[in-house]
T-cell receptor
């Protein structure tokens, strides 16, 4: 979805490195989310943000941190990357003001490999 | 392309057949359900949704059926086309400490042969 962009699309890094994944959206949505996807598993929520001043942990937040720099930007950091953080990472947005506030729009994903 | 799920259940159909993808959900209090389609190398894309006060909803070539008694959701795709090949996820909306969150299933891979 071109309205939600993620950078980089692919990244290979080494154990112990700090990594930042960035997400930008032009949909004007209040809510933003970070998920990870592993082979054979569904999407799992890492962090979510309802607005710039609101940050909440999801089900698998350990080892991650986030920053909501603006309504349109939500970045995910791996403080000290480890191999089991190798996964596909997706950013998503949703709009509280619509009739379907739970409908989330996803970015194209970032494939992260930690060696 | 991206390898979304190496060990996903797979449904193989011929072009023109109807496809039915099933999903069991966990929470009887869930009030909203979504089906997503994920093509290789892309993020999940919304297909159709249904609220718990309905048992059927139709879109263009797709129908979602909801059976709350057995907590089962299905996605029917009519006249399946090669472009329908993707991984399909259901998601249920669950309230968790005041937050409405989506819980995703593991997905089913649909392979459509010409």
């Amino acid at each position: 979805d071109a309205d939600v962009t993620q950078t980089p699309r692919n990244r290979i890094t080494k154990t112990g490195k700090r990594i930042m994944l960035e997400c930008s959206q032009t949909k004007g949505h209040d809510r933003m989310y970070w998920y990870r996807q592993d082979p054979g598993l569904g999407l799992r929520l890492i962090y979510y943000s309802f607005d710039v001043k609101d940050i909440n942990k999801g089900e698998i937040s350990d080892g991650y941190s986030v920053s909501r720099q603006a309504q349109a930007k939500f970045s995910l950091s791996l403080e000290s990357a480890i191999p089991n953080q190798t996964a596909l990472y997706f950013c998503a947005t949703s709009d509280f003001g619509t009739s379907t506030p739970d409908e989330q729009f996803f970015g194209p994903g970032t494939r992260l490999t930690v060696l | 392309g991206e390898s979304v799920g190496l060990h996903l259940p797979t449904l193989s159909v011929q072009e023109g057949d109807n496809s039915i993808i099933n999903c069991a959900y966990s929470n009887s209090a869930s009030d909203y359900f979504i089906w997503y389609k994920q093509e290789s190398g892309k993020g999940p894309q919304f297909i159709i949704d249904i609220r718990s006060n309905m048992d059927k909803r139709q879109g263009q070539r797709v129908t979602v059926l909801l059976n709350k008694t057995v907590k089962h959701l299905s996605l029917q795709i009519a006249a399946t086309q090669p472009g329908d090949s993707a991984v399909y996820f259901c998601a249920e909306n669950i309230e968790d400490t005041g937050f409405q969150k989506l819980v995703f299933g593991t997905g089913t891979r649909l392979l459509v042969s010409p």
